[in-house]
């Protein structure tokens, strides 16, 4: 079984920042397996917003480049997203997996950009 676990959601104000983490179980070779966050915001459908390779190389939407980072941690088991400069139409629930390669969704992580 493969299981992600998204942490660090939140409500914050536009232009502020926050971390979100994805705890990665049931991959055994975690540092070859591709990974990416995805959003879905209320009435739309998931889309992915950020990926990693096993080696670290990134890729974003349109939507977020120059905003967010993706990064990893192949000891840990983790992905994270470091998300800045946030912006209203930022508000969704934030989910990890697999990227291209897709296993079950979490419960994701709800984030909210208001004033």
């Known amino acids: 079984q493969v299981q992600f676990v998204e942490s660090g959601g939140g409500l914050v104000q536009p232009g502020g920042s926050l971390r979100l983490s994805c705890s990665v179980s049931?991959?055994?070779?975690?540092?070859?397996?591709?990974m990416g966050w995805y959003r879905q915001a209320p009435g739309k459908q998931r889309e992915l917003v950020a990926s990693?390779?096993?080696?670290?190389?990134?890729n974003y939407a349109d939507s977020v480049k120059g905003r967010f980072t993706i990064f990893r941690d192949n000891a840990k088991k983790t992905a994270s997203l470091q998300m800045d400069s946030l912006e209203p139409e930022d508000t969704a629930v934030y989910y990890c997996?697999?990227?291209?390669?897709?296993?079950?969704w979490g419960q994701g992580t709800q984030v909210t950009v208001s004033s």
């Open positions: 049931g991959v055994f070779i975690f540092r070859i397996f591709p």
């Open positions: 997996n697999g990227n291209p390669t897709r296993s079950n």
């Open positions: 990693i390779s096993g080696g670290g190389e990134a």
